[in-house]
């Protein structure tokens, strides 16, 4: 197992400004070490500026432009595989690193209908991300991208991947369809379902990941909570070209704060 020592991380998010746009930083450090195998120090900044907009016709509006900015200093680094120690003795040591920019823009037009008992609530969602292909090297170590889950939490996530050493390159449109509706008393039940078409791809996916192709496999959720003590949902991911399912999920919850029930159950494809 390595030993890492330290590890920092650093998020900020500043006051809104001028129009309402907001500056971030985040930033990190990570010294990875191994007895046998690659060791790797990183210095990751990535500043951004985010822009909300919410028009008189009630669609809602966001702009967000990001630069990652990453410093490596890694030995015994395989470029050639994702091996943590390398049985060649072809192995990269040195000094590497990046400058990734990225822009999405995400739009989304809540339509609300209020009646005496239920108050609905549907709006399509559209996501336009932007990035060269690029970036992602072997001379990289890759520590913390290495699992990857593609899920309707992902879908509107400029960045799919979960750490700093692979950057989510390339370019592709997201759209959803959300539907939502809530009792007046406690109540409420939730659809969604969505896709991605990746017209500019990075070819940086895991292999069935579920993102491998032009279009994503759809992403969907069903929740149903009908009171306060009972909770539902229902998450799959269904591959079009193939036309079957491969995952699907559903949790139950059920009690109050004093006793609580939970049963999950996982379906993978073969």
């Known amino acids: 197992e390595p030993i890492i020592a330290p590890l920092i991380n650093y998020d900020f998010v500043g006051e809104p400004g001028a129009g309402g746009g907001y500056w971030g930083l985040k930033t990190d450090f990570m010294n990875l070490i191994r007895r ?11 500043p951004s500026w985010t822009l909300p907009y919410t028009s008189s016709w009630g669609d809602v509006y ?8 990453d410093m490596y200093v890694t030995q015994h680094t395989d470029p050639d595989s994702d091996a943590v120690n390398p049985s060649n003795t072809d192995t990269f040591n040195g000094l590497t690193g990046r400058v990734f920019p990225q822009a999405s823009f ?9 009646g005496a008992n239920l108050t609905q609530v549907i709006q399509p969602i559209v996501q336009l991300v932007m ?3 690029c970036c992602n090297t072997g001379k990289i170590p890759n520590e913390d991208s290495r699992t990857f889950e593609w899920d ?3 879908l509107f996530s400029a960045d799919r991947f979960t750490g700093y050493d692979r950057v989510d390159s390339g370019s592709r449109l997201n759209y959803g369809m959300q539907w939502s509706a809530y ?3 406690s109540g409420h039940a939730e659809v969604f379902l969505g896709q991605s078409y990746q017209f500019i791809r990075g070819h940086d996916e895991p292999k069935e990941s579920g993102i491998h192709g032009d279009l994503t496999d759809v992403v969907g959720r069903v929740t149903l909570a009908p009171a306060d003590w009972l909770n539902s949902t229902y998450r799959f991911r269904f591959n079009t070209d193939r036309t079957k399912m491969e995952r ?3 949790d139950l919850n059920a009690g109050v704060p004093e006793l609580d029930l939970s049963l999950a159950y996982v379906q993978l494809a073969g």
């Open 183 to 185: 009792n007046q008393s």
């Open 248 to 250: 699907q999920e559903v």
């Open 106 to 114: 995400k739009w989304r037009y809540p339509w609300v209908h209020q």
């Open 62 to 69: 966001e702009l967000k432009l990001t630069v990652d900015a």
């Open 36 to 46: 046998d195998g690659r060791n790797s120090l990183r210095v990751a900044t990535q």
């Open 152 to 154: 309707e939490t992902k």
């Open 131 to 133: 990035s060269p292909d």
